[in-house]
């Protein structure tokens, strides 16, 4: 049985992260990558990432949340995605503060003191290289060796590399848009240093406490907005004390502010959610593309 068939769903955004949000906990059953390559067709429902909210399967959480790329891939980390889920589900409980838990470990989220914003607890990010993860040994991560063009003069080079639940690598560029990020990205994306691929991120440093960037998603493409890569992006500066520790980190689609907690570590992302439209999904998206 299909398991997104005639199922509904909220079509949301996180300044332009297209997200869609299913809600299992009533009739719960595991989406297979075939489903979900076909509800992202243009016939379908076209988005960055689906999140699928399961009953909670740890004590004191509000739901177990699998995260889903449009390629079919799962990965363990969407800010963008989760401050989706939690607008939907702080609305619904009347609560200010919720907790999930992912792929990637516990996720806290709640409603920010300005209106229609919403914090997303991140947690503490990755650094050393096993973890994040890199196929051979780098003792430092804030650079490693990695480029793209001729050895004597490189068009990239010298990326910082975190984890955020999911892996990314920062380039340093004087302009985001002076590179080829939709060629150069799945090239990237797809290096055997990165054996579980990798999120890449051109960045611009404007100020100490603002910071722009571009990013090449892993398992989407070029991304209005991806919310793991700001808080990847705000750290790797910071441990470059290139910025402060908290910082505004402007995407395509708009600002996030992203705050590196020096008390536990933890990175705390702010930014807005927009709720497009309520829909459910055909049956027969599902046959067309042969999705069993």
């Known amino acids: ?95 200010g503060n919720l907790l999930f838990e992912t792929k990637a470990g516990l996720v806290q989220c709640w409603k920010a003191p300005k209106p229609g914003l919403f914090t997303v607890d991140m947690g503490a990010p990755r650094l050393a290289w096993n973890e994040i993860p890199l196929a051979e040994e780098f003792r430092d991560t804030r650079a490693i060796e990695l480029q793209i063009g001729p050895i004597d003069a490189p068009v990239l080079h010298s990326p910082a590399v975190v984890s955020m639940g999911n892996p990314h690598a920062i380039f340093w560029v004087d302009d985001v848009h002076a590179h080829d990020l939709g060629k150069f990205g799945p090239l990237l994306e797809n290096h055997p240093i990165f054996p579980e691929r990798a999120n890449i991120t051109l960045a611009r440093i ?15 493409g070029l991304t209005k907005a991806c919310g793991t890569a700001a808080c990847a992006t705000a750290v790797a500066a910071a441990r470059l004390r290139r910025t402060e520790r ?47």
């Open 246 to 292: 908290k910082v505004t980190v402007t995407v395509p689609g708009g600002d996030l502010d992203i705050e590196w907690r020096e008390s536990d570590d933890h990175v705390l992302m702010t930014g807005p959610v927009e709720f497009e439209f309520e829909g459910r999904f055909d049956p027969a998206l599902f046959a067309a593309a042969g999705a069993a």
């Open 1 to 95: 049985m299909n398991a997104l068939a005639d199922r509904s769903y909220f079509k949301m955004n996180g300044l332009g992260n297209e997200i869609v949000v299913v809600d299992l906990r009533g009739a719960p059953a595991l989406i297979g990558a075939d489903e979900l390559r076909a509800a992202a067709q243009p016939t379908g429902v076209p988005y960055d990432q689906l999140m699928a909210l399961y009953p909670p399967r740890t004590a004191g959480t509000d739901s177990f949340v699998r995260i889903y790329n449009c390629d079919g891939s799962e990965v363990g980390a969407c800010g963008n995605g989760m401050r989706c889920v939690a607008a939907l589900m702080i609305k619904e409980r009347d609560a």
């Open 206 to 220: 404007v100020s100490c406490e603002h910071v722009v960037i571009r990013t090449w998603e892993r398992g989407v």
